[in-house]
């Protein structure tokens, strides 16, 4: 992992983000994040040797700052969820799906919702949770919307509190599978590109 990486991940946390915060923002994982954060502590600097977690940085800031880019990757995304059938709500992984979302949804013309994975969350008995200032999911067909899959772990929490919720979630759509998924839950996984470790 590069310098520069350790050095915005420790800045990050310097700053109160969260593990999750950091790992999405750095588009990593949750256990490269808390690497990277150790790596910048005092401490940890006289002892390097752990090695880094087996990941992918994806820096995708030359899409994310065009607002032209994201419109047509966007509608590309909305493509492949609509292979699916046609959602009335499309719900936004905070905090890089939701310009997706927003994007996609008026593509598609439908609702917009929000969703707070648990790595987001600072109680230990916190839940994921769908934000009250957007559109409900309840009993409504859903496609979830992020940018990077790195374990998976927050779609699947996202589609199990959405069967909470009584919602059919159609389909997870994202920007960059690091993962190699196709169904997550038993819901099919569509991404743009897929990220291959080879050996």
Do not use: C
């Not at 979830?144 to 389909?171: C, M, N, Q, Y």
């Amino acid at each position: 992992m590069s310098e520069k990486l350790i050095k915005k991940a420790y800045e990050l946390r310097t700053r109160g983000f969260t593990t999750g915060e950091i790992a999405d923002e750095l588009n990593v994982s949750k256990d490269t994040a808390r690497w990277l954060v150790l790596q910048g502590t005092a401490e940890k600097k006289e002892d390097k040797a752990e090695k880094a977690p087996p990941d992918f940085a994806i820096n995708w800031k030359s899409l994310g700052g065009s607002s032209v880019r994201m419109k047509f990757v966007s509608a590309a995304m909305a493509d492949m969820a609509l292979e699916h059938g046609e959602p009335e709500v499309v719900v936004g992984i905070t905090v890089s799906g939701i310009p997706f979302a927003t994007m996609m949804a008026e593509i598609i013309d439908s609702d917009i919702a929000v969703f707070h994975p648990i790595k987001h969350r600072k109680s230990e008995d916190a839940q994921g949770a769908i934000s009250g200032n957007f559109a409900s999911v309840n009993g409504r067909k859903v496609v979830i919307v992020d940018d990077v899959i790195t374990s998976g772990r927050t779609i699947s929490e996202a589609i199990k509190v959405f069967k909470d919720l009584g919602a059919e979630t159609l389909a997870a759509v994202v920007l960059i599978d690091k993962k190699g998924l196709f169904e997550l839950e038993g819901v099919p996984v569509e991404s743009l590109i897929v990220v291959s470790r080879l050996g």
